[in-house]
DNA sequence: TTGTAGGCGTTATCAG
DNA sequence: CTGATAACGCCTACAA
């Protein structure tokens, strides 16, 4: 493959003048831009980014952790982080850590060896020797989705406890007083805020929290669907739920059905994060939807915009409001209470 | 930051000494080994792996051009890679093409100029000019997905053909005589080969082929539900329908829900892809299933075998068999024609 | 068993 | 306006 040598000596030219004219970096000639232009055009000349990283000391590379692609939430996120990127001029490393802190430092450790500018993280837990380590080198990184409580990293949120709030709610006005929650990791933050949401809805109402109501899903389908059962033959079942992400929401309405239980008729669903299909397949589900594609393009612009002006003032949180969706899955009990009934089923 | 002559100062040794001893690349004694190793951890030493990269000519990276992360086919495919290329020591550099040739070009100038080891491509299209360029050169490259026809070039693929004939004969198994077909973009030969899979069902018996129930859902959601609701609009309306893909399978559906329609007393389905909820939500949908998983990790695997060992063989072809997953969504005619009466609506 | 020194391909400083 | 030349941080003959 041809170099700057190869298209200096084929124009002319020195190397430098090369370099100058590739990147419109000092005033040349119309005559020597010609050459080195046809000189680099003829050889397909190719500029190797690595050497440039070398000696630039910035690789226009950026390193995304998330726990796992496979995740649709986390998809709608890598495609706004990518798009902002992509028309930055970054190119953005992907890595999974399946919520395990081990792998997510040793990703850490592999995009920092490959000189990331940036890095954007998802973290799965608490903070290992390894992130602290990037925080005191105050490498530029931002949260998403969730943060590590003690560091200051600038992050971008959802109003998780707000939003969860709303959720449940909403069950309560449709006169639902038993009403389960199906938690996630209790090592993400995000999990944290939705289960207080939860609370602070029941407490608002006068409700009683039965803490046998709250079960753990582990964020995950499987675990969802098992935690939900468990749930469902409870001696007093719970008339209503609220499941705290998309995954464990197919979990729980799996749960549901292999009961023989309707949804919402026997049980109601208000669940976080939406899906393409959530109006078109039954039931349809009542849901918060999160902007995910606008979580992560700001993430994005707050990392680059972190990389630009390195080291300034306090680290900014950006919070998102979620939205409720209001479908059929979330519906009026049955044999309403007497304080709900003004409240009609359906809006 | 700390570089190797930091380390080898700190240490009292050479420069080479670290790098050896850093790499278990020679015999190096225990005792300056010690040295080394603790220099290293004293200074946070982390090797620049850019610097390596431009040295050894290898970056352990490779880039992964797709048409959206946002389509869970495609998130499949992408874990299936970063399993394998982590396992590998590579690290992977995602590109969205949007399906869009010019970006992809732009993509793979982008990628190659960073020396990414290898490339692994859903084509959005035909052959460009830069795409040429790479084959030319033999740079590590493999199609997934589809195939840009006249390359030479390793891919990983769907038996799509088989597979559509499967699904479109399971439908005709079942009565249905008018069987329309929502088909995708006609650039990708994924797209022409379902397409191929669908005639020969037809023609193997013997029913004609009607072009006016062949309509271009674009591979995408609302352009189906569109194309659909044409379909449906039509005097003699198709009694069954096949579907190309996940993303136009929701579209189908909604468009058949705005009718009043109900499926599969109205209008069955069949189609390609199937869904983490597909047996969960109603209608549950019969289709075929690909292994996305394992597509991503035999290209990945293919990749890498091709950056180990260049040049080789004529390339090869890895075609993995699509499962038919009978569900719900295709159930018999309701006035069943003849020659089907003998076959159950639901086994 | 260890060290010296050159070079990977660019950019950038400093002269001319 | 243009050109030598010295890094960037690492690896690896080649020497010792």
Known sequence: VA?????????????????????????????????????ADELGFE??????????KRSF???????????????????????????????????????????????LRVLSAKRVDGLILAPAGEAHEYLRRLVMADFPLVFLDRVVPDLPIPAVLLE??????????????????RIGMVSGRPQITSTTDRLAGYRLALADAGIPIDESLVVSGGSRTDEARLATAALLDLADRPSALFVANNLMTIGAVAAIQERGL?????????????????????????????????????AADLLLRRIGAPATEPPEHVVLPGRLVIRESSGAMRRPAVVAASRPARP
């Open 262 to 298: 309707a949804v919402p008729d026997d049980v109601a669903i208000a669940s976080f994060d939406d899906f393409a299909w959530a109006d078109v397949f039954r039931p349809t589900l009542t849901c918060i939807a999160q902007p995910t594609y606008e979580l992560g393009r700001a």
């Open 47 to 56: 500029p190797n980014a690595v050497a440039r990283s070398l000696k630039i």
């Open 160 to 177: 998780n406890r707000e939003a969860a709030r709303e959720a449940v709610d909403h069950l309560i006005g449709l006169g639902h007083r």
């Open 61 to 107: 590379t950026i390193g995304l952790v998330i726990s796992d692609i496979g995740n649709p939430f986390f998809t709608a996120l890598v495609r706004g982080i990518e798009d902002v990127a992509q028309g930055e001029g970054y190119t953005v490393i992907l890595g999974n850590s399946d919520e395990d802190v081990d792998k997510e430092a040793a990703y």
């Open 3 to 39: 170099t700057v040598k190869d298209v200096a000596r084929r124009a002319g030219v020195s190397t430098s003048t090369v370099s100058h004219v590739l990147n419109e970096t000092r005033w040349v000639s119309e005559d020597l831009r010609r050459r080195v232009r046809d000189a």
